[in-house]
């Protein structure tokens, strides 16, 4: 069996072909978050971004919990999230242009990508893979915790979509890309 080598920052930058950097929060780098700082890039990020100055995504440490269960995504994600605003644009007759009345903000989207290793063998991860889908088959809401997602107040996340892509440089990896949503706990109290 082959021995390996791995920055899984470096295998995630390869595979999706996109640069991100460990932020800086509060004048501290994650502590649970180890990578090698001779390859990647830091640099401070202020503390109401959403995404780096230049709009470069964000590797980050990140737990789902439910139910009691807990799982940590070992190799440090690559994190994109983005909001819009809902906005309701009205054609008037004389006027060139739409009127538009500004709703409210929408839910927070936020793509988690990264990769599986299997550090054991030549062979894809399949207990890691496993142990990720039975996550993502939830089909409610799951409680999440990252500097990055906690700061904007995201405490919650749907998912909406994942895919398994093929890896076309290792057979003991396997990428993935998780679409989300935010969702916040809303308490109804009946009159």
């Known amino acids: 069996m082959a021995a390996y080598q791995i920055n ?18 509060n004048g501290k780098v994650n502590p649970d978050f180890e990578y090698d ?3 990647i890039e830091t640099i401070r990020v202020a503390e109401g971004s959403v995404s780096s100055t230049f709009g ?9 919990s439910k139910n009691n269960g807990v799982y940590k995504f070992t190799d440090a994600p690559l994190m994109d999230v983005n909001r819009s605003k809902h906005i309701v644009s009205s054609k008037v007759q004389g006027i060139a242009g739409d009127v538009h009345e500004i709703i409210g903000e929408q839910d927070f989207m936020i793509r988690i990508r990264g990769v599986l290793i299997n550090e054991e063998e030549d062979d894809l991860p399949h207990t890691k893979i496993e142990e990720l889908k039975k996550w993502l088959d939830y089909n409610e ?21 994942v895919s398994f892509p093929a890896s076309e440089k290792l057979v003991n990896v396997q990428p993935y890309v998780i679409d989300c949503i935010s969702d916040n706990e809303i308490e109804l109290i009946v009159l």
């Open 56 to 64: 470069t995504p964000i590797y980050e440490s990140l737990t789902l």
């Open 141 to 161: 809401a799951i409680a999440v915790e990252s500097r990055l997602l906690n700061l904007h107040g995201i405490h919650n996340l749907i998912m909406r979509r």
């Open 8 to 25: 899984a920052l470096e295998l995630t930058r390869q595979i999706f072909n996109i640069n991100g950097y460990v932020p800086v929060i």
């Open 37 to 39: 700082a001779s390859k």
